[in-house]
């Protein structure tokens, strides 16, 4: 490989990697596990234009949403719900072209206008034109993973930031589809974009006429708005100010971990995770059952997330040590195991790689 493809999968391997942590047991750390955004069930969010930064120090332009008057943010705010609730987006737009807002597993959603200036009827639903505000409402009635994004020139505009991850959670606590197969004990969001800067740099000199969407070549791939290693970096970091969403994921051994996977780009991301198989129980914000009431008996285990540009997948990943013939637990020599700690296949514990109990141990996610 060389030239061009070389410069970019170089680059690839570099913003893509993201660390799992593992907390052993009895550790002092606090652990993470709710997902950062806002709730609603009324929003507000304004599409404009700002920049991102990038780890070798770029600096590009996008364009994406922000939850009010505040600042715009790639992506967009991730909007939380309960089932059942009423939601309603109100959408202004600042930039030079009309912009609007789709979202894929909602039925029946209405779009009325509020200010409607320049506003158009799209070839998916009212479009908001430069200065023109639209409303869109629609029930909530299923739990579930989803993607909001522009329904606009949708090559262009996705690429250009203007997507977000909707959260609809069901009356059951810890569960994401108000069944026990669904359980979990913390959860994150795995938002999955690309991004070809060419595309950015047309767009912020006003050459719009230029942009060929079908010559995209993507040199950033990001997870929730960020390349490694600034996924690692807590959320909401004054020195990335456009990208507050980071994904540091954290759990203790044993812990069941909901994973929120969403490919809001073109391309198919193979999402790999180190150590133990997750097991998928949700496609597209529907349960994987064979009948209603069933619980996920069409899940399946997989050691890579096949992330599909559009599509959600809800997976459960468990770190349970087994086979791996370290101990995930932090045990020195003279410390036993406590019951129901993994042995290895001498009946003893796993080789110890920690000076003490409460130390980090790690995995891995790519």
Request: contains cysteine; hydrophobic residues 40%.
């Amino acid at each position: 490989m060389k030239g061009k493809n070389l410069k970019t999968a170089t680059l690839g391997a570099l913003v893509f990697p993201l660390i799992l942590f593992l907390l052993s047991a009895g550790s002092a750390w606090a652990v993470p596990g709710v997902i950062d955004g806002i709730n609603g069930p009324n929003f507000t969010l304004t599409a404009k234009s700002g920049y991102i930064s990038t780890p070798e120090g770029n600096s590009v332009f996008f364009w994406g949403f922000a939850s009010g008057a505040g600042t715009v943010q790639y992506p967009g705010p991730t909007l939380i719900v309960n089932q059942g609730d009423m939601v309603s987006v109100t959408l202004n737009n600042t930039l030079p072209v009309n912009v609007s807002i789709v979202f894929p597993g909602q039925s029946v959603v209405t779009a009325e206008e509020i200010n409607a200036p320049t506003n158009a009827a799209g070839l998916l639903t009212m479009e908001a034109g430069t200065g023109g505000t639209v409303k869109y409402s629609f029930t909530a009635a299923q739990a579930g993973t989803y993607l909001y994004h522009s329904g606009t020139r949708i090559d262009l505009q996705m690429d250009m930031g203007l997507f977000g991850a909707l959260i609809v959670r069901p009356s059951t606590p810890n569960q994401a589809y108000n069944h026990p197969d669904s359980a979990y004990d913390r959860e994150y969001l795995f938002l999955l974009s690309e991004m070809d800067p060419k595309i950015h740099r047309l767009v912020e000199r006003g050459m719009m006429d230029e942009v060929d969407t079908t010559a995209k070549f993507p040199a950033y791939w990001f997870i929730n708005g960020r390349c490694a290693p600034d996924t690692m970096f807590p959320p909401f970091v004054e020195w990335l100010p456009t990208q507050p969403y980071n994904c540091m994921p954290m759990m203790s051994p044993g812990d069941k971990m909901l994973m929120r996977v969403i490919g809001a780009g073109r391309d198919l991301h193979p999402f790999h995770h180190h150590g133990n198989h997750s097991r998928v129980i949700a496609r597209d914000g529907r349960l994987l059952e064979s009948r209603a009431g069933r619980g996920a008996d069409l899940s399946y285990e997989v050691f890579t997330v096949q992330s599909i540009p559009g599509q959600s997948v809800d997976a459960i990943f468990t770190w349970t040590g087994e086979g791996i013939g370290w101990d995930i637990y932090g045990h020195t020599p003279d410390d036993p195991p406590a019951p129901g700690e993994d042995l290895n296949d001498h009946g003893k514990p796993f080789p110890v790689l920690l000076p003490s109990k409460g130390d980090l141990t790690y995995g891995g996610f790519w």
